[in-house]
């Protein structure tokens, strides 16, 4: 044997030197002293039971085993159950963990182990951590109803499980469905010395409240119960009352209501009670023997607890109806009969309460059909047992051992041998011992030991345990595998051991004896149908469903089948499952009897390692090739790893798998190609292989990642392009459907203005507006005319001197009637000036010439105005000197008149007599009535007169004149107007010139050669008197006050 570095024997027995019996124990010893417990055979583990909590197990431990593969960390359960579930979860294939080994050996701890594995390793969530939690859960219920004390296992599981947990394609738990086989039910009414009834009547009455105890009706102390044995009460190291507080949140967490977790209670109390019942005898009439129920008490409260009454209770106990087609017969049974009743109802009503937890559990942990799954099955069996007194129990428990046997020899020893030479891999078969024989001798279907058990419960006429056994014993008495009284009698054999009632079958683990009386009875299992049809009809919910034939509705005559065929038929579903799936195994092994830690027995790991054919496991192991895989499967796994292959590959399968491994360069030796399938020979050319391939996921996954987010960028992108194409192409349309709306309501408008423009300027006659442009000439036009009408009938009256007009009676009138007032004026005057002679026209023309020169200018001229101009003021008619002197003159005297006349020097006043003819003004002395002077009109240049009413006025000369000599005179007229004007008139008629009249009060006089500056000043009188006065202011000023 090598020691391999750091390791405590070997951990792979498939290295083991020599490979013999002896150094495959040592090694075993080895380890197992050293507290490692596990140690592999290739991939199956042999787990030696430690009866110690070491510590290898925890979160740290399978955070640990989850990052490795198999053989890179020690030899352990949790590299197996990480095996299998990678395997599951990344290979899609589904998988079975057989946990094989006889009681006590560790198997169901070790199912545990797996399933705490697999729940910390899986996928996680609130959904997912309620299913595992569920599936956690089962084990704690199902280990209180189906586990007990044995000798040789404090918690024995005394019924089979195989649990199917599914998972989805992530490997998350989904749920899962267990299948239970067989409960052990005789152990609810005896125990072997030693041994306990199931943990959950003992984990009642030590939990269970004191409220609840009397619901119950129940007592605390054990003793008080028949059915529990009284010797052994508690177990070492089991805390029945916080188990049994374990095994109540439990149930609720798997989803049991309140109600139905007191129901099952309730039941299980039931069963207590049951067996409380004290039958005694009772003899009828006719003297045959009858049983009578002794406590009555006792019988009261379970009818009261069932909903039954105690007297139907009671004749279903101590009674037996036989119906026949015509008639019904009921007759008394006896003490041993209704004891006989009692138990079978007792083990009938416990057995099928475990079915329905069991169903309920499924209930809560079942999944949708819908999904798809893949399984990983655990199946964790009662082991192998030879007990002292073996019966139909041990029969079919070793029965189902005797097939998981099988299916190891099939998938690991006999397949794996038919394979190699299958698939043409040069091979030295390894010899093995094939169980095959035994399963037949058990199971045949029509020469088995249970197709005869069968035979003989359904063969009329008498039937008992020996016609059974004798009826084997005929049938077997050639058989290597089958012993009995009978057969070694034949062969002169002498065994003590061997008792006349019971045979022998050689198991793969040992000869087991078993013991035929009652396996007719356990066969059948037949309740009499007075106990079911009581049970159905008892109020209890869960009790009554738990009987569903003792609806007389469904009674049926035909038998069920028989325990035997039940669970033949349940092993061979359960095998077809096993072997649909990829077996990986654990084989547990018990390292002494006695349940003690550190003792490793030699002799008792001796016999199980014999049994289990484990040195021919190493052998074939050694020998054969640790992995093959069909080449489709296997180029579709490693195709990445080469370039010829990866991404697609066109060549065969075969060719394609040589092309990978070709450039993988793997050994020779490491790899064998079959017809088939590839070989490889040792886990460490397959851990390369999915190293690399790790290693080139990653790779791929990176290049996958990239082209995605590539991807991703680039459709984001373009669908942000998309959407920004569509948003502006949106907001353009509108803008411009905003913009076009505008210019089209615009344009309408317009349109509209036009069209109606038009359309009113053609019918504009037909409006009212036109009515109203009609209406207001038409007023307009009737108000001018009444305007006019009414100023004709109100003319004022024609005399040119009135100037009264009427107002306009509007004010659009007011020009209109101004123009008419002075038309209607200058009418007048035209009418009147028609009117007038010629002669009365010269005298105004006079006038009006006075009007021009005077007329707001001389304060004398308004008293002028009504005065007509008499020109001869001297009586010139009168006087023939005068007129002498004017006959020679040029025309008629325009004026004559005496007028003063200013000396210009000394202001002194002398008289005169002017006269003024057309062409020549004339002053004559009044004495001597000789012209003084004459002045040519020619030589007037101008005239100055004041302002005030006075006469007084200047003559200005003009140089040349002839009398110009003389300078400028300075004169004073009564007449001035008069006179002024006439000569105005006679200057512009002799000289076409207008004669400057200028009125003013300082005007300057010329003398001879200088001039006098005159200034004019109003007196009083303001010289309407004609009086003046002149005072000489210096030499060249003169003042006149008038
Ligand atoms: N890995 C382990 N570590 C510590 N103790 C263990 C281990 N495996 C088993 N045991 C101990 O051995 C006892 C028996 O184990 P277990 O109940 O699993 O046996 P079994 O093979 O299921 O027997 P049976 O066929 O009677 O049900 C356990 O109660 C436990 O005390
Ligand atoms: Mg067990």
Redesign the pocket.
């Known amino acids: 044997m090598t020691l391999l570095e750091g390791c405590v024997g070997v951990e792979d027995l498939v290295l083991l030197e020599p490979l013999e019996q002896e150094p495959l124990l040592r090694n075993l010893q080895l380890r197992y002293e050293k507290k490692e417990?596990y140690t592999y055979i290739g991939n199956v583990l042999i787990?030696v039971?430690?009866?110690?909590?070491?510590p290898i197990y925890g979160p740290e431990f399978i955070a640990k085993y989850r990052d490795y593969t198999f053989y890179e960390l020690k030899p352990h359960i949790y590299a197996l159950a990480n095996e299998a579930y990678q395997s599951l979860r990344d290979r899609d294939r589904d998988q079975c963990i057989l946990i094989t080994?006889?009681?006590?050996?560790?198997?169901?701890?070790?199912s545990k182990?797996v399933m705490s594995y697999v729940a910390a390793v899986c996928g996680k969530g609130e959904q997912v951590n309620s299913v595992k939690e569920q599936l956690l859960q089962s084990n704690p219920v199902l280990e209180a109803f189906g586990?007990a004390k044995?000798i040789?296992?404090?918690?024995?599981?005394r019924f089979g499980k195989y649990m199917d947990i599914e998972f989805d394609f992530k490997g998350s738990p989904l749920g899962g469905v267990i299948t239970n086989y067989l409960l052990e039910k005789s152990r609810v009414v005896k125990q072997l010395e030693g041994e306990r009834n199931f943990h959950i009547f003992y984990q009642l009455l030590a939990g269970a409240d004191a409220h609840l105890l009397k619901a119950l009706k129940l007592e605390r102390d054990t003793s008080g119960y028949t059915y529990l044995n009284q010797k052994v009460s508690r177990v070492d190291g089991m805390d029945d009352t916080s188990n049994f507080k374990a095994v109540q949140s439990a149930m609720t967490v798997i989803g049991f209501s309140e109600e139905e977790i007191q129901q099952v209670l309730e039941v299980t109390a039931l069963v207590l009670k049951l067996g409380n019942v004290e039958l005694a005898d009772e003899f009828q009439a006719n003297g045959i023997s009858a049983s009578g129920i002794q406590d009555g008490r006792g019988i009261q409260e379970i009818g009261e607890m069932m909903g039954l009454k105690s007297e139907e209770l009671e004749k279903a106990l101590c009674s037996r109806t036989m119906k026949t087609a015509k008639e019904k017969v009921v007759t008394a049974l006896n003490v041993i009969q209704a004891q006989y009743a009692r138990d079978a109802l007792a083990k009938n009503i416990y057995s099928r309460l475990f079915n329905w937890i069991v169903n309920r559990i499924n209930e809560s942990i079942k999944v949708g059909t819908g999904e798809k799954k893949k399984v990983m099955g655990v199946l964790?069996i009662?082991?192998f047992e030879i007990l002292e007194d073996n019966s139909f129990e041990q029969f079919v428990i070793n029965y189902c051992n005797e097939k998981l046997q099988q299916v190891f020899i099939e998938m690991t020893l006999k397949e794996e041998q038919e394979e190699y030479e299958r698939e043409g891999i040069p091979w030295t078969k390894v010899d093995y011992f094939d169980n095959g024989i035994i399963c037949n001798l058990i199971e045949h279907n029509q020469r088995g030991i249970l197709a005869m058990l069968d035979e003989e419960c359904l063969r009329p006429g008498v039937v008992s345990d020996s016609t059974f056994l004798a009826k084997l014993n005929q049938l077997f008495s050639k058989h290597n595998h089958y012993e009995s009284k009978v057969t070694q009698n034949a062969q002169h054999q002498y065994d003590h051991t061997m008792g006349l009632s019971s045979f022998r079958i050689c198991h793969y683990a040992g000869k087991v004896t078993y013991n035929v009386k009652s396996f007719i009875d356990k066969n059948n299992d037949l309740l009499f149908r007075d106990l079911s049809e009581a049970m159905w009809k008892a109020r209890h919910p869960l009790l009554r469903s738990l009987f569903p034939e003792g609806d007389p509705k469904q009674a049926s005559l035909k038998r069920p089948p028989t325990a035997g065929a039940q669970f033949k038929n349940s092993v061979a579903i359960l095998m077809k499952n096993l072997y649909s799936k990829n077996p990986n195994y654990i084989r547990?092994i018990k390292p002494n009897e006695h349940?003690q830690q550190g003792q490793f027995s030699s002799e008792v790991v001796d016999v199980q390692t014999r049994y289990l054919g484990l040195l021919e496991n190493v052998r074939v192991r050694r020998a054969g090739y640790a992995y093959r895989q069909r080449y489709g499967p296997f180029l579709e796994r490693y195709r990445l790893l080469s370039r010829s292959t990866w991404p697609r590959w066109n060549g065969g399968d075969r060719e394609g798998v040589e092309k990978v491994v070709g450039e993988l360069s793997l050994s020779s030796e490491e790899l064998a190609f079959g017809k088939m399938k590839i070989f490889i020979r040792s886990p460490k050319t397959l851990f390369f292989l999915e190293e690399q391939r790790r290693l080139r996921l990653q790779q791929l996954a990176t290049i996958i990642q990239k082209t995605y987010r590539g991807w991703r960028c680039r459709a984001h992108y373009q669908l942000m392009r998309k959407s920004q194409i569509v948003i502006s192409a949106w907001f353009r349309g509108n803008r411009q459907r905003i913009l076009y709306g505008k210019i089209k309501s615009s344009v309408l408008l317009i349109q509209a203005f036009v069209r109606g423009w038009k359309a009113r300027k053609d019918y504009r006659k037909y409006f009212r507006s036109g009515a109203a442009l009609t209406l207001s000439n038409f007023i307009y036009k009737s108000i001018t005319q009444k305007f006019l009408l009414g100023l004709k009938d109100n003319l004022p009256s024609t005399n040119i001197l009135d100037s009264t007009w009427p107002a306009a009676p509007y004010r659009c009138f007011h020009t209109a009637n101004q123009e008419l007032q002075q038309l209607f004026y200058r009418w007048k005057c035209k009418k009147f000036l028609d009117r007038l002679s010629p002669k009365q026209v010269e005298i105004l023309r006079e006038k009006v010439c006075a009007s021009e020169l005077f007329k707001g200018k001389k304060a004398s001229y308004p008293q002028s105005v009504p005065i007509p101009f008499h020109g001869d003021y001297i009586g010139l008619q009168g006087n023939p000197k005068l007129q002498k002197l004017t006959n020679g003159m040029d025309g008629p005297v325009l004026m004559a008149e005496t007028v003063k006349k200013v000396n210009r020097g000394n202001g002194k006043i002398s008289s005169r007599i002017l006269l003024l003819t057309k062409g020549h003004v004339i002053l004559i002395d009044t004495k001597k009535s000789q012209p003084k002077t004459v002045i040519g009109l020619d030589s007037v240049a101008g005239v100055s007169v004041t302002s005030f009413k006075d006469g007084l006025f200047s003559l200005h000369m003009s140089e040349i004149s002839s009398v110009g000599s003389k300078g400028d005179f300075l004169l004073v007229s009564e007449h001035v107007i008069e006179l002024l004007t006439r000569m105005s008139r006679a200057v512009l008629d002799a000289t076409q010139k207008q004669l400057p009249v200028t009125v003013t009060e300082n005007f300057s006089v010329r003398l001879k050669e200088s001039s006098v500056t005159i200034k004019v000043i109003q007196g009083p009188e303001g010289g309407r008197n004609g009086k003046l006065s002149c005072k000489k202011k210096g030499s060249r000023g003169l003042e006149v006050t008038v």
């Not at 039971?49 to 070491?54: D, F, K, M, S």
């Not at 080994?101 to 070790?110: I, L």
């Not at 040789?152 to 599981?157: A, D, K, P, V």
């Open positions: 417990i787990s039971n430690p009866y110690q909590q070491l080994g006889e009681s006590g050996a560790g198997k169901t701890e070790a182990l586990n044995t040789r296992n404090n918690n024995s599981s964790d009662y082991g547990c349940q």
